[in-house]
């Protein structure tokens, strides 16, 4: 929120945190890393990812008591849809308010690719995240291997979809006879 905060205070095209290096360090990060562009908003796409995974880990694993597999990658799926619909927010207030307006609140600073880049360093950010949590795990966890192999084995073997459809419909007509003949009576 901090990190959302300053840029909603400055924008996030621009952020001045070249100049707070400068003051600080003596070093110009733009220099250093030869950026052309304010960068802020990427560390903060990053941040979003790296940070918001393991939370959202935690919700399906006490909410929706998710094990192994899925509570690696449901984190990170999740992280990479909410970063996809931010940007198409953004990309629709942009078209709303038009014009420069638009434009710099769109903050992609003449990168066409800017909203790809975003989502890919939020779904970076999850996935170093969801690594980091898989590596503890593992390295402490005795049973991490069986339960992550568990977490993919089909639990349910009759078939779902049109099959369970049919069953659920057969079921409710044979309750539909019964009450008839219970009415009859």
Do not use: C
């Not at 899925?70 to 990479?80: E, Q, R």
């Not at 790809?116 to 593992?138: E, P, R, W």
């Amino acid at each position: 929120m901090v990190l959302h905060s300053i840029g909603a205070h400055y924008t996030y095209a621009e952020v001045p945190y070249n100049k707070w290096s400068q003051a600080l360090f003596g070093i110009s990060i733009n220099e250093l890393f030869g950026f052309s562009r304010n960068h802020y908003d990427r560390l903060v796409h990053f941040s979003f990812g790296l940070l918001l995974a393991y939370p959202i880990r935690e919700v399906f694993m006490r909410i929706a008591y998710v094990k192994g597999f899925w509570a690696y990658y449901l984190p990170f799926d999740v992280t990479a849809a909410f970063s996809m619909a931010y940007e198409l927010i953004e990309w629709a207030v942009a078209l709303v308010f038009g014009g420069d307006l638009g434009m710099a609140y769109l903050g992609t600073q003449g990168d066409i690719w800017d909203a790809h880049k975003d989502m890919a360093l939020a779904v970076t950010g999850a996935a170093i995240s969801m690594i980091i949590v898989a590596f503890f795990n593992y390295r402490y966890k005795k049973d991490f291997a069986a339960d992550f192999g568990k977490s993919l084995s089909v639990k349910r073997k009759r078939p779902l979809g049109e099959v369970e459809l049919q069953i659920m419909k057969k079921k409710n007509n044979k309750i539909e006879v019964e009450k008839f003949k219970l009415k009859k009576k």
